[in-house]
């Protein structure tokens, strides 16, 4: 069984390969990348794939069975066709199954819906491919709140609009085992999972990131307008209207569903203590 996983040069594509090879082989695992020389060093099969181009996963997915699609980064009114065409590519090459790495989150509600309502989109695409397919809805990374680190100790503080509300943080290396139990094992086909942990406030993740960094942080949250204007002046308006829709959803619950992880996985998701250490032991490897 030889299975194909999109993006293989960005984060989660990069953790669901170094997952999936012990349990298949790295002979049959075959990364497809917009930029093939950035995901050489994974040690398997690269071929070239732009979600833009049609023909490249014609090529790309050639004596593929299963197709692991990542979601794309792009306008969401692009996304939509950039996924159709890996989907197309797949029904005309003979691929058997697509598994789709959707997102948790509300369709109307905040400025980052538009995100949401895309990826909503792309999963109905898929369950109408006629392939087999298993679509995961990944919850909100831990990795960038430590990626931002030295920032928060610099500031002493944690902020942004989410105030008490919760979410259920998972990271690229619990999604990356995950997703390779969702493509090898037939009895996920035709299931949504939410890939979620369990859910913790701001305050909580401060207080987290105290226990494992010796830091001092405070949580201290701000209204959405302000969060969103000083994120558009950091980020872009683009960057930046997402970013403050994301913590708008973790106000109001629009994150905090409930965990289909261990059905996903076949184990617990890591806690979040657990997990903001095993992302730290990673980011040294």
């Known amino acids: 069984m030889k299975i194909a996983v999109t993006s293989a040069s960005g984060k989660l594509g990069a953790s669901i390969i170094k997952h999936l090879t012990p349990l298949i082989g790295k002979d049959n695992v075959i990364g497809i990348a917009r930029t093939p020389a950035k995901a050489k060093h994974l040690g398997v099969e690269i071929r070239e794939g732009d979600y833009n181009s049609r023909e490249h996963f014609d090529k790309a997915l050639q004596g593929v069975d299963a197709v692991l699609l990542v979601s794309g980064m792009d306008d969401p009114k692009k996304r939509i066709q950039q996924h159709q065409n890996v989907i197309e590519a797949a029904k005309a090459n003979g691929v058997k199954k697509i598994v789709y790495t959707s997102i948790v989150g509300d369709e109307n509600k905040n400025t980052f819906s538009p995100i949401v309502q895309s990826n909503r989109q792309t999963e109905a695409d898929v369950q109408n491919s006629g392939l087999d397919w298993v679509i995961g809805r990944n919850g909100i990374y831990i990795e960038p709140d430590l990626e931002y680190l030295d920032t928060y100790v610099k500031d002493g503080e944690i902020r942004n609009s989410a105030g008490d509300g919760l979410c259920p943080y998972t990271s690229r290396e619990e999604l990356g085992y995950a997703y390779s139990k969702m493509l ?74 409930s965990s289909d992880y261990e059905k996903a996985a076949g184990r617990e998701h890591k806690a979040p203590l657990e997990m903001i250490k095993a992302t730290t032991n990673t980011n040294e490897n």
């Not at 987290?208 to 949250?221: A, D, E, H, S």
């Not at 701000?222 to 970013?243: N, P």
């Open 184 to 257: 090898t094992e037939e009895k996920h086909n035709g299931h949504i999972y939410n890939l979620v942990g369990k859910p913790i406030t701001q305050s909580q993740l401060a207080d987290y990131i105290n226990q494992i960094f010796n830091t001092k942080l405070v949580y201290n949250p701000m209204t959405a307008e302000a969060y969103a204007a000083e994120r558009k002046a950091a980020l872009g308006d683009f960057l930046g209207t997402i970013i403050a829709g994301i913590y708008e959803g973790i106000k109001t619950g629009a994150n905090n569903v």
